[in-house]
């Protein structure tokens, strides 16, 4: 099978033309995107989306300065004393907007006075119950759901989360957005083939992949590790630089193989010693950084390298990147 030919390639090239369409939507963000008048919010979500509130702790948090912190639905769901929400304001990702665990997570807190927001990928709001659950609905695009690893709606689920942050706080400018969707083009028009690279023959045979980031490059690296498990099968995990130095490095060795992510050629000082340690250990790396466009953007043209890797290393591996073996488009956990 052919890159092309599989869902997951068609997913990727609708990318550009669905943040261009989004940007063309963005001032209702100025209404939508709600927050507590002591400019905080609460975040919560699963798999890539819970990634997706990843990187939106580290945009909102030092772009926007806009506190965030995480809700983890067991303790929600596990409180005997009702927790105090009133005011407060929760942000609920979900691609399908079906998540049952997120919806009655979400519910919970809003009959704790909070308000809710949801992000989520389905316009029919008969099929979106986290959508109709919310005060507000933020909507990533008109593009169905493929049945296939998220692809194109993680990348939305940032460029919201991006678009959010001007909204609050004017800190992009509507140019960052435009080049960004032209590098996007460009990229995906190139034909890139990540075969070609030097690092592939390493990376095939790798026993552990691991990816690691810094600030949103951290989201970025927990999402790669997702795709590669779910589209190639393979056993790859994503780390923060500090949580890698913290005792994950001791079990890399010369048969695996770890993505640096930077926001440039010159990693930053904690992502050096990350370097310098997997360089005394003997262990492949590569270093991926985007050349062109302006940080945290850059952190979405990564993204989608990685993901077009992870799709050509399963089709090598004779998988189909389209049918991953264990994956729901809805993944239920309640």
Known sequence: ???????????????????????????????????????TVYLVGRGSSGNATLFAKYVWETCSGVITNF??????????????????????????????????CLKKLMGWGAKGVAVTNEADLSSNPLARQADAHILLSGSKELAVAATKSFILQLWAV????????????????????????KFLASGYDPKKEPFW??????????????????????DSALKFREMAREHALGYSAAEFLHGPVGA??????VFLLSPSKKLPED?????????????????????KGKFPFTCLLTD????????????????????PKGLNKVTQTF
Request: proline share 5%; hydrophobic share 40%.
């Open 304 to 323: 989608i390298r990685i993901k077009i890797i992870a799709l050509h290393l399963a089709l090598s591996r004779g998988l189909n990147p389209d049918n």
């Open 162 to 185: 991006l678009w959010t942050a001007r909204a609050w706080s004017g800190c992009f400018s509507e140019k960052d957005f435009s080049d960004t969707v032209k590098l996007f083009r």
């Open 271 to 291: 992502m050096e010693k990350v370097r310098a340690a997997l360089k005394e250990r003997g262990t492949p790396y590569h270093v991926m950084f985007s050349d």
């Open 252 to 257: 890399y060795t010369p048969g695996d193989f």
């Open 201 to 222: 023959r390493k990376l095939s045979d790798a026993g552990v992949i691991g990816f690691v980031g810094r600030g949103p490059y951290n989201a970025v690296a927990d």
């Open 1 to 39: 099978m052919k890159p092309e030919n599989t869902l997951t390639y068609r997913d990727i090239m609708e990318i550009p033309d669905l943040l261009e369409e989004f940007s063309g939507r963005a001032r209702a963000l100025k209404r939508l995107a709600l927050r507590s008048g002591d400019r």
């Open 71 to 104: 809700i983890h639905p067991h303790s929600i769901f596990e409180a005997d004393i009702p927790l105090h929400f009133r005011n407060g304001v929760v942000w609920a990702f979900s691609q399908s907007g079906k998540s049952k665990d997120i919806t009655a």
